[in-house]
């Protein structure tokens, strides 16, 4: 595994998850060049920055601390050039990457590693206009990317050897716990499974099982803390008792393929989106998104570093 | 809201379910009556109620000072005389639980609450050879029951004025998160949850996109803390930024239920098994399952007190 140490990164974005990205390369002393089509891009990231620095994972930073590491341009050449790692965050309009990608992978370094928070587009796509096409890797972080641990790290099958390795190896230093696929798919893996829990959870609310609010309460007092600390696999493991998952699949036998028939598959028309935002208007709707968020952040910090300190 | 305070509760079976009870009964004060079938019960619950005690939310406690409170019987008529709250944990199997419950209800005071840990039978079954077929209630937890918050509260539609109340009353006394279900269905709603996750867990490991211990390191990192935090609507709501769920069902639109048939329906055959406990044996099947059950309740009691000292 490669321990290099990237010394300047080029930010491509200044949305939501870019901002993520901007806060956590800066917290942890990166120098950050921050390219974007905003006119005011300067003025909206030192404004966001101060949400952001308030929930690092380590504690709150000064915001203009932060702020003195970046340097902001409009030109996408200039930000990379002599960028050890540029992390693009532009809108998911293929087209539009791949151009971004072309122009980048001629701007910056040749060693320069170029990587995408793509949430639905796949390696091989955005690399295709470029000279060694397997050169672009995603490192698709979960919301928001100063917090939360996963990177999803999605290569191309042409990805030169040692390319998975350094990404994996920059998104380790900065403390974040990627995951390498070995397979491209769309969505990745944790985009899926919130997909899977949400079409179940759409289907429980619209047969009139339980509100909104209700099944959010099912989920924070039973599986999520439960899925904090142990994957789904190892918790059926142990739910099997001493004899572990064998002994659950023995158990169940065909029950548990032919349970997944028994699972909804709610249709998404007018009348469910308006039961489910009556719903969340009447309980969480009623707090201001920032409050939300703020509280979201500082329990998700909690919890890791409560499982940290246990570990 | 009731809030008659229970003196003694019957516990019926002495499986794991069961014990988690025991000990959180005893631990809240109650006097516990145990029946059980098993000629070694007093001793099994005895060595048993070591690592419960061990592991209780509050710290542990001396598991003597817990086994002081139980009487053993084997006999399901004396257990439940006089006793406030019946707790039934037998095998799941109808004819069998009907014909407990008949017992339970003839030899129990009449305004007992009688209530069932079932996972998979429905409260009008269960209450069926009963002269009021409405009284059974079902107070299903999620395992283990000492530690986990959530007890799904399901009641027959011909249950009595209140009953549903003095159910949700006696688990709150003892600290849990019980959640009512507006109508029974079968599974409930956190192993319906649970299922819809496995199921695309179990596909992505078929298709080789991430292995047993991948996929459980991307829910840990990322929607496992998620969710023990904000359930997944809430989740959603702020993953919609400020616009909330109404933006990000707008921004989605009809791609959310067209995503619905993109996830996976694996099936669960003799290839698929043994693929999931090779890949399961390799990582965590190394160590023993005291180690890891102890390292998961630690790990959750460690998550609910870092976001009960938040709140």
Redesign the interface.
């Known amino acids: 595994m490669s321990v290099e140490r990237q010394r300047t990164a080029a930010v491509i974005g200044t949305g ?1 998850i870019a901002l993520g990205w901007i806060a956590l390369f800066a917290a942890r002393g990166l120098d950050v060049r921050v390219s974007s089509t905003r006119s005011d891009a300067e003025a909206h990231v030192r404004a966001e920055l101060v949400r952001y620095a308030a929930t690092l994972p380590e504690g709150p930073l000064d915001p203009e601390e932060l702020f003195a590491r970046l340097e902001f341009t409009a030109s996408v050449d200039a930000a990379v050039e002599g960028a050890d790692v540029v992390q693009e965050n532009a809108l998911e309009d293929l087209a539009l990457k791949q151009k971004l990608f072309a122009r980048i992978a001629a701007a910056a370094p040749r060693d320069a590693l170029l990587l995408s928070s793509t949430s639905t587009l796949l390696p091989d796509d955005l690399g295709a206009e470029l000279p060694t096409p397997g050169r672009v890797v995603v490192g698709h972080p ?2 928001p990317p100063h917090i ?3 990177v ?1 790290v999605v290569a191309s099958e042409r990805a030169e050897p040692g390319l998975v390795d350094r990404a994996v190896g920059f998104y380790r230093e900065l403390g974040k ?1 990627p ?5 491209a ?3 990745f ?2 985009n ?10 759409i289907h ?1 609310v619209r ?33 099997g ?2 004899g ?3 002994h659950w ?1 023995a158990h169940l036998g ?1 029950g ?2 032919r ?2 028939d ?2 909804g ?5 007018a009348d469910t ?1 308006a039961l ?2 009556e719903q ?1 208007e009447a309980s ?2 009623q707090e201001s ?1 920032d409050a ?2 703020t ?2 952040d ?3 910090n ?6 940290t ?2 570990s």
């Open positions: 939501t979960f919301n939360v641990p996963l999803e716990t995951v390498v696929l070995r397979r798919v769309p969505g893996v944790a899926r499974l919130q997909s899977a829990l949400l079409r179940e959870s429980l047969e009139g099982v339980v509100t909104v609010d209700e099944l959010d309460a099912v989920v924070t007092a039973s599986i999520g803390s439960r899925w904090a600390v142990v994957g789904p696999f190892q918790a059926f493991h142990l739910g008792g001493a572990g998952l064998r699949f065909d548990l393929e349970s997944w028994g699972l598959r709610p249709p998404v028309d989106v489910l935002l969340a969480f709707g998104y939300l968020a509280r979201r500082q329990g998700q909690a919890v890791i570093a409560a499982l300190e246990l």
